[in-house]
C-alpha cells in the first residue's frame, strides 16, 4: 500500500512541474528597396565605331606557316622620288647583311717532324661573295725535305647555300704535284651538329678516275685563348686510300693569329700501302707538328 501511496505522489509532482512552450521564433521584415518607385533613365547606346568601314580582305597563306609575299608599292614613293627611294633601300639592305665579304684563312701553315724526312705542309682557302653566294679558292699541299713536293693542289669552286648551315660547292680541282692532272669537284661543306665542321667532295680526274674526301673537325675552347682542334680525314680512290687524325692545341695571341703545336698521325691503306712499302717507306707513321694558323 504504502508503495502504491509513493507512485501517485510522484505523478502529482510530475504533472506540476510541466515545461513551459519555448517562444515562436521572429519573423524579420523584408528589406526595402531603395530604388522602388524610381524610374531609371534609359541607357544610352553606343554607336559602333567600324560601322561603315570595309575590312581589307586577309591575303591567302602560300602554304602552311608561309607569310604572304611582302607588298611591292612603297608610301615614301608618294611624296619622293622612286629612284632615290631604292637606292636608299639597297644602302639600307648593304648595312644590315646584304653586302659582299672576303676572308682569307691559313687553317695549317706548319712544320712536320718525325720518323724519316721531315715536311712542310699548308692548308687554307680564301673566298670571296655574300649570303646567296661565294667564289672560293681552296690551296693545299706538302714538301718532304730531300724529295721534294709529295702533293700539291689547287680548286676553284663556286659555293651555294642549300640550307642554314650547308653549301653545295662545285667547280675544278687541278693537282701540281706530283703529277698534272684536273678533277671535276662537287661537294659539301657545313657545320653539322656539336659544331662539327664537315667537308665531303667526290672527283672525277681528266683519265675517269673517281676519288672521295671525307674532313671533320671540331673546336674544343679549354679556355677563351687555349683552342683544342680534332681533325679527321680520309681519302678513298681506286688506287688506295689513306687517313690522318691530328690533335692541334692553339693559342689565340689574337683572334686572327694563333700558334700552334700537336701530334699527327698518318696511315695508308691498299696499294698506296703497297707503294710505301716497296719504296722503304711505312704504310703509316706520327709526327710532332707545330706551325700557326691565321686569317684576315
Known amino acids: 500500500m504504502s508503495a502504491a501511496l509513493l507512485m501517485a505522489l510522484a505523478l502529482?509532482?510530475?504533472?506540476?512541474?510541466?515545461?513551459?512552450?519555448?517562444?515562436?521564433?521572429?519573423?524579420?521584415?523584408?528589406p526595402v528597396d531603395p530604388h522602388a518607385g524610381?524610374?531609371?533613365?534609359?541607357?544610352?547606346?553606343?554607336?559602333?565605331?567600324?560601322?561603315?568601314?570595309?575590312?581589307?580582305?586577309?591575303?591567302?597563306?602560300?602554304?602552311?606557316?608561309?607569310?604572304?609575299p611582302p607588298p611591292t608599292d612603297h608610301a615614301a614613293e608618294r611624296f619622293y622620288d622612286p629612284a632615290l627611294m631604292a637606292s636608299a633601300r639597297a644602302v639600307l639592305r648593304q648595312e644590315h647583311g646584304g653586302g659582299s665579304y672576303w676572308m682569307v684563312l691559313a687553317d695549317q701553315a706548319e712544320r712536320r717532324s718525325g720518323q724519316g724526312a721531315d715536311a712542310t705542309a699548308f692548308e687554307g682557302e680564301g673566298w670571296f661573295g655574300d649570303d646567296f653566294g661565294k667564289w672560293v679558292v681552296k690551296a693545299r699541299g706538302e714538301h718532304v725535305d730531300g724529295h721534294g713536293w709529295e702533293s700539291g693542289e689547287v680548286q676553284a669552286l663556286r659555293a651555294r647555300p642549300i640550307g642554314p648551315y650547308f653549301d653545295l660547292e662545285a667547280g675544278l680541282r687541278v693537282?701540281?704535284?706530283?703529277?698534272?692532272?684536273?678533277?671535276?669537284?662537287?661537294?659539301?661543306?657545313?657545320?653539322?651538329?656539336?659544331?662539327?665542321?664537315?667537308?665531303?667532295?667526290?672527283?672525277?680526274?681528266?683519265?675517269?678516275?673517281l676519288s672521295v674526301r671525307l674532313e671533320a673537325s671540331h673546336d674544343l675552347r679549354l679556355t677563351t685563348r687555349l683552342?683544342?682542334?680534332?681533325?679527321?680525314?680520309?681519302?678513298?680512290?681506286?688506287?688506295?686510300?689513306?687517313a690522318?687524325?691530328?690533335?692541334?692545341?692553339?693559342?689565340?695571341?689574337r683572334r686572327e693569329f694563333a700558334p700552334y703545336v700537336g701530334l699527327l698521325r698518318q696511315r695508308s691503306f691498299g696499294d698506296a700501302a703497297d707503294r710505301a712499302r716497296a719504296a722503304g717507306d711505312r704504310a703509316g707513321h706520327t709526327s710532332v707538328v707545330?706551325?700557326?694558323r691565321a686569317w684576315f
Do not use: C
Not at 17 to 27: C, D, I, R
Not at 46 to 62: E, F, I, N, W, Y
Not at 229 to 238: F, G
Not at 244 to 253: A, D, H, K, N, Q
Open 244 to 253: 690522318e687524325l691530328g690533335l692541334r692545341l692553339r693559342y689565340e695571341i
Open 227 to 242: 683552342i683544342l682542334q680534332s681533325k679527321v680525314e680520309t681519302s678513298l680512290a681506286e688506287n688506295g686510300s689513306d
Open 175 to 209: 693537282d701540281v704535284e706530283p703529277e698534272g692532272r684536273t678533277y671535276a669537284t662537287l661537294g659539301v661543306e657545313g657545320v653539322a651538329p656539336y659544331w662539327i665542321e664537315t667537308r665531303a667532295a667526290a672527283f672525277l680526274s681528266d683519265r675517269g678516275d
Open 12 to 30: 502529482m509532482q510530475h504533472e506540476h512541474h510541466q515545461m513551459t512552450p519555448p517562444p515562436a521564433p521572429v519573423q524579420q521584415a523584408a
Open 290 to 292: 707545330f706551325g700557326v
Open 38 to 68: 524610381h524610374q531609371m533613365p534609359p541607357q544610352a547606346v553606343q554607336p559602333d565605331p567600324h560601322a561603315g568601314h570595309a575590312m581589307p580582305p586577309v591575303s591567302p597563306r602560300t602554304g602552311d606557316g608561309v607569310a604572304p
